[in-house]
């Protein structure tokens, strides 16, 4: 019987002593617990998600990324995407799905994963929830399209398409 770990992250393999990863900070497991994990997750990719919902629309490989970050936290999901019309005009179109009822989760999981991804963005959010410019810090009135200091643009006014 085999009493080394592994990384459920990269798969490297570690004597029994050893809890963390040197590569990525992961608590280590030990093979069966690594099989099971291996497990739940194919059986989370290959669910038949019914009355799905999607989550994201855009480039594949990040929706795989975001793909792999749901089924981590133990939410179904799946990409799927509509072949392009094959007239070189267009690319195929991806969509991130997962049912209806873990939306609220994947939402909040995915807005984590960005946050973990972009701190900056959480310390310019926090900023300006402080009424503080994000760019430069300077004390921005309520209600201002742009920092009076720096100049940034704060608010930003998207013009209705007209049909």
């Not at 002593?17 to 997750?41: M, P």
């Not at 989370?44 to 795989?64: A, C, H, P």
């Amino acid at each position: 019987m085999n009493l080394n770990k592994i990384c459920p992250e990269c798969e490297t393999e570690y004597l029994p002593h050893i809890e963390k990863c040197a590569d990525c900070g992961a608590v280590l497991l030990s093979y069966e617990e690594h099989r099971t994990a291996l497990e739940e997750k194919k059986r989370l990719r290959e669910k038949v998600i019914e009355n799905s919902v999607v989550v994201r629309e855009g480039d594949l490989k990040w929706l795989d990324e975001l793909c792999k970050v749901l089924l981590d936290a133990d939410i179904p999901s799946t990409v799927v995407s509509d072949p392009a019309c094959n007239k070189d005009c267009c690319t195929d179109k991806c969509r991130l799905i997962v049912p209806a009822e873990d939306l609220e989760r994947a939402q909040e999981r995915i807005e984590e994963y960005f946050m973990e991804m972009h701190p900056e963005v959480r310390a310019s959010n926090e900023l300006a929830s402080r009424g503080k410019c994000p760019a430069c810090g300077s004390p921005v009135g309520a209600g201002a399209d742009e920092c009076p200091d720096c100049g940034l643009t704060l608010v930003i006014i998207e013009e209705e398409d007209e049909e």
